[in-house]
C-alpha cells in the first residue's frame, strides 16, 4: 500500500506536461480561430511608391549629374546636364545660314528693282520704236523710204519687244529668287528653333518631389533616347501593395479596414484601408500568359491586386516617427 501512495505523485508529475501542451495548443487553436475569422490574413504583400523614370528624349553623353541615390529632390529641380557642344555649333552654323539667307534677301530685292526699272525703261524703248515702225511704214506705202530703211524700223520693234519680253522673265526670275531667300530665312529660324529645343533637352529636371532610388547611368555614359538616367521614388505617396488570392475576395470592399506590421519595424501594427480592388488577376497581364490551348490544365488560385493605404500606428504614435521605404515586406490584416 505504501508503494502504491508513492507512485501517484510520479504518475502525476508524468500528466502535467502533457496538460499543458494540451492546453497550450488548445489556447492557439482558439487564438488562430479568433483570428481566422476576424481577418483575412497575408504576407504577399510589399511597400510600394509611384516611381518616376527621368530618362532624356534625345542621345547625348552626360556631361554632369548634380544628385546622388538617396538624395531628395523638388519638382523642377535641374538633376542632370548632357554635353551640348555640338549643338551649340549646330546652332551657330544655323545662325550664320539666317544671317546669309537675310543678306540674300536684300540682293534678290535690289536686283528685283533693277529689274522692274530695267523693263520700264524698256518699255519707253519698245513704245519709241513702234512710233518709228509705224511712221515708216506710212512712209514706206508712199515710197519715201527704200525698203531697207523699212525692214530697219521692224527690226529694231522686234528687238524691242524681245528685249521687254526679256526684262519681264527676269524680273520674274528676281521676285521668285526673292521668295526662294525669304523661305531659307524661315528654315533656318525653323532649325535654329529646333536646337534651341534640343538644347533644352540638354538639362534634365525632377517632373515631381520625392527621392532618388535608383542612378542608372554616371558621367560619361552615353544616353540612349529614352534611357532611363535615374528613378525618382515618390516617398510621400506610399501604400501596401497585396496580391490576394480570389478565394478571399468575395467579402472585400472599398474602405474596408486593414491593420499590418512591417519586418522593418518588429511589435508596431499600422493602420490602413482598402483603396483600391485590382479589376483582373495578376496573370492577365503577364509578361507570359497561362494558355491552356494545348489541353493541358492545372488549376492555380489566382491572386488579384489590392492596394492598402498607410493611415497611421495602431498604437496613437506618429506615423512620421518610422522611416517607410517602398519595398519593405509586411503582412496584412483586413478586418472582415
Known amino acids: 500500500m505504501e508503494n502504491n501512495r508513492v507512485k501517484k505523485p510520479k504518475n502525476l508529475k508524468v500528466y502535467i506536461p502533457l496538460i499543458l501542451v494540451i492546453l497550450l495548443v488548445l489556447g492557439g487553436g482558439i487564438v488562430w480561430y479568433i483570428d481566422y475569422t476576424k481577418y483575412i490574413t497575408t504576407d504577399d504583400a510589399n511597400v510600394n511608391s509611384d516611381n518616376v523614370a527621368i530618362s532624356s528624349k534625345m542621345?547625348?553623353?552626360?556631361?554632369?549629374?548634380?544628385?546622388?541615390?538617396?538624395?531628395?529632390?523638388?519638382?523642377?529641380?535641374?538633376?542632370?546636364?548632357?554635353?551640348?557642344?555640338?549643338?551649340?555649333?549646330?546652332?551657330?552654323?544655323?545662325?550664320?545660314?539666317?544671317?546669309?539667307?537675310?543678306?540674300?534677301?536684300?540682293?534678290?530685292?535690289?536686283?528685283?528693282?533693277?529689274?522692274?526699272?530695267?523693263s520700264k525703261i524698256l518699255e519707253i524703248s519698245l513704245n519709241k520704236a513702234q512710233d518709228d515702225?509705224?511712221?515708216?511704214?506710212?512712209?514706206?506705202?508712199?515710197?519715201?523710204?527704200?525698203?531697207?530703211?523699212?525692214?530697219?524700223?521692224?527690226?529694231?520693234?522686234?528687238?524691242?519687244?524681245?528685249?521687254?519680253?526679256?526684262?519681264?522673265?527676269?524680273?520674274?526670275?528676281?521676285?521668285?529668287?526673292?521668295?526662294?531667300?525669304?523661305?531659307?530665312?524661315?528654315?533656318?529660324?525653323?532649325?535654329?528653333?529646333?536646337?534651341k529645343t534640343q538644347l533644352g533637352n540638354t538639362t534634365l529636371y525632377a517632373p515631381s518631389e520625392g527621392v532618388i532610388g535608383r542612378r542608372w547611368l554616371m558621367p560619361g555614359d552615353i544616353a540612349q533616347a529614352g534611357q532611363s538616367i535615374f528613378t525618382i521614388v515618390n516617398d510621400r505617396k506610399l501604400w501596401i501593395n497585396i496580391f490576394l488570392e480570389e478565394t478571399k475576395m468575395g467579402s472585400l470592399k472599398l474602405g474596408q479596414p486593414a491593420i499590418f506590421t512591417l519586418d522593418a519595424f518588429p511589435g508596431v501594427t499600422f493602420t490602413g484601408k482598402i483603396t483600391t480592388i485590382g479589376s483582373n488577376t495578376a496573370a492577365?497581364?503577364?509578361?507570359?500568359?497561362?494558355?491552356?490551348?494545348?489541353?493541358?490544365?492545372?488549376?492555380?488560385?489566382?491572386?488579384?491586386?489590392?492596394?492598402?493605404?498607410?493611415?497611421?500606428?495602431?498604437?496613437?504614435?506618429?506615423?512620421?516617427?518610422?522611416?517607410?521605404?517602398?519595398?519593405?515586406?509586411?503582412?496584412?490584416?483586413i478586418v472582415r
Open 59 to 118: 542621345l547625348g553623353r552626360i556631361n554632369r549629374e548634380l544628385v546622388e541615390e538617396g538624395d531628395s529632390v523638388k519638382q523642377g529641380q535641374l538633376i542632370a546636364v548632357l554635353d551640348s557642344t555640338d549643338l551649340i555649333a549646330q546652332k551657330n552654323q544655323a545662325i550664320a545660314g539666317k544671317l546669309q539667307a537675310e543678306a540674300a534677301i536684300g540682293q534678290a530685292e535690289a536686283k528685283y528693282q533693277f529689274d522692274i526699272k530695267n
Open 284 to 333: 492577365q497581364f503577364a509578361l507570359i500568359p497561362a494558355s491552356n490551348a494545348s489541353g493541358n490544365f492545372t488549376k492555380v488560385t489566382q491572386r488579384v491586386q489590392i492596394k492598402i493605404s498607410i493611415d497611421g500606428v495602431a498604437d496613437g504614435g506618429k506615423l512620421s516617427d518610422y522611416r517607410i521605404l517602398s519595398g519593405m515586406s509586411a503582412i496584412v490584416k
Open 133 to 195: 515702225f509705224d511712221r515708216a511704214k506710212t512712209q514706206h506705202k508712199g515710197d519715201v523710204i527704200t525698203q531697207e530703211q523699212f525692214d530697219h524700223a521692224k527690226k529694231a520693234l522686234e528687238m524691242a519687244q524681245a528685249q521687254l519680253e526679256a526684262a519681264h522673265s527676269q524680273a520674274a526670275v528676281s521676285s521668285a529668287q526673292i521668295r526662294s531667300t525669304h523661305a531659307a530665312v524661315a528654315s533656318a529660324c525653323a532649325q535654329i528653333n529646333v536646337i
